[in-house]
T-cell receptor
């Protein structure tokens, strides 16, 4: 079946540090891949997406590239801010209407 | 305008009660979903409707029953609430199979005491 594995947290960083959250997937066919962010006490917001191999999704300084050869979609940001503190979810949309999520990675950025 | 709205935002109730959570989307999407987020933040799909037809029905107790009166609304009714039902429930919508992403509501925190 389809599944998403992302690095366990929590991750604690200082402001302006580089952030990477690893995400790998298992899927049949050609899934679409997403990163969602959940700020404290809020719902999930779509951060970025990629619908085919080698696509790069980007938003708010975050980037992720759809790597079919390594079945990965790692999230990166070059310089994090305190406001980036949140839970980040990698997700996969397969051909059966289901959006499957990873376990989430809690990121805390300290001033 | 809120794209996907859920009510109520918080719900505290006693074991054994029956409660409903309502969801409405104004995005013109044709597919809606219910997800459950547990205390460890894990998200699991429960149900999905496409144009008012049930298309996903995961392994969920029969006490949970979704109802979709039209493609803009998907409500969740829960009978005989149990302590283990305490969680945050998210409604979401997408166009078609959601190839370009889902839009989520802000969640309903259900606490069963």
């Amino acid at each position: 079946g389809n599944s998403v594995t992302q690095m366990e947290g929590p991750v604690t960083l200082s402001e302006e540090a580089f952030l990477t959250i690893n995400c790998t997937y298992t899927a049949t066919g050609y899934p679409s891949l997403f990163w969602y962010v959940q700020y404290p006490g809020e719902g999930l917001q779509l951060l970025l997406k990629a619908t085919k191999a080698d696509d790069k999704g980007s938003n708010k300084g975050f980037e992720a590239t759809y790597r079919k050869e390594t079945t990965s979609f790692h999230l990166e940001k070059g310089s994090v801010q305190v406001s980036d503190s949140a839970v980040y979810f990698c997700a996969l949309r397969s051909n059966d209407y289901k959006l499957s999520f990873g376990a989430g990675t809690t990121v805390t950025v300290r001033a | 305008d809120t794209a996907v709205s859920q009510t109520p935002k918080y719900l505290v109730t006693q074991m054994g009660n029956d409660k409903s959570i309502k969801c409405e989307q104004n995005l013109g999407h044709d597919t809606m979903y219910w997800y459950k987020q547990d205390s460890k933040k894990f998200l699991k799909i429960m149900f999905s409707y496409n144009n008012k037809e049930l298309i996903i029905n995961e392994t969920v107790p029969n006490r949970f029953s979704p109802k979709s009166p039209d493609k803009a609304h998907l409500n969740l009714h829960i009978n005989s609430l149990e302590l283990g039902d305490s969680a945050v429930y998210f409604c979401a919508s997408s166009q078609g199979q959601g190839e370009y992403g889902y839009t989520f509501g802000s969640g309903t925190r259900l606490t069963v005491v």
